[in-house]
Antibody, heavy 121, light 110 residues
Framework: QVQLQESGPGLVKPSETLSLTCSVS????????WNWIRQPPGKGLEWIGY???????NYNPSLKSRVSISIDKSKSQFSLNLTSVTAADTAFYYC???????????????WGQGILVTVSS | QSALTQPASVSGSPGQSITISCTGT?????????ISWYQQHPGKAPKFIIY???NRPSGVSNRFSGSKSGNTASLTISGLQADDEADYYC??????????FGGGTKVTVL
């Protein structure tokens, strides 16, 4: 079955760029929307954005000015960049596949296990 | 784009039914039937349990059911079991192909 695995630094300094990668295994990266979602410790979920396998993207309006998501189909990976981070960006970051048919939206399944990124000097 | 409103906590005894509400606006919950629900146990990634308001993915117990009326969606758990103790999140399609989550509800089995 499809599995997702996040990777990247667990500690980022304030004002720097947070960069994470999600590796997809056990299934194709084509024909799906791939999402990033985050969760500050002890708090709720926040959708960050998605990338379609074709490369088209869409972002949460509240993060749009700082976020970019890219895809490398040859490696079955997609990546998140979040610039100018502050302590408020400290969170568990999850990648997830949207497996909805195009008649629907946002069926997140599966999810990666999540990676904690702490913003601190 | 504000988070959908969920009660912070809901509790019930084993065997009982509980309902979690998820209130938004006509721009999200009330405007679309792309409502999903997720269950999250402590230290784990969320699990997909309801899609398109009231449909269950394969393998999800039929004790979980969803509905919607106006700007409020609901998740009902019937025959409450110890393993249902978890956090539950709703999500809704919003305008311009974006998504908004609810703030989450902690379910406690007494």
């Amino acid at each position: 079955q499809v599995q997702l695995q996040e990777s990247g630094p667990g500690l980022v300094k304030p004002s720097e760029t947070l960069s994470l990668t999600c590796s997809v295994s056990g299934g194709p990266i084509n024909s799906y929307y791939w999402n990033w979602i985050r969760q500050p410790p002890g708090k709720g979920l926040e959708w960050i954005g998605y990338i379609f396998y074709s490369g088209s993207t869409n972002y949460n309006p509240s993060l749009k000015s700082r976020v970019s998501i890219s895809i490398d189909k040859s490696k079955s990976q997609f990546s998140l960049n979040l610039t100018s981070v502050t302590a408020a960006d400290t969170a568990f970051y999850y990648c997830a596949r949207d497996r909805a048919p195009r008649s629907s939206w946002f069926w997140f399944d599966p999810w990666g296990q999540g990676i904690l990124v702490t913003v601190s000097s | 784009q504000s988070a959908l409103t969920q009660p912070a906590s809901v509790s019930g005894s084993p065997g009982q039914s509980i309902t979690i509400s998820c209130t938004g606006t006509s721009s999200d919950v009330g405007g679309y039937n792309y409502i999903s629900w997720y269950q999250q146990h402590p230290g784990k990634a969320p699990k997909f349990i309801i899609y398109d308001v009231s449909n269950r993915p394969s393998g999800v117990s039929n004790r979980f059911s969803g509905s919607k009326s106006g700007n409020t969606a609901s998740l009902t758990i019937s025959g409450l079991q110890a393993d249902d103790e978890a956090d539950y999140y709703c999500s809704s399609y919003a305008s311009s192909s974006t998504l908004v989550f609810g703030g989450g509800t902690k379910v406690t089995v007494l």
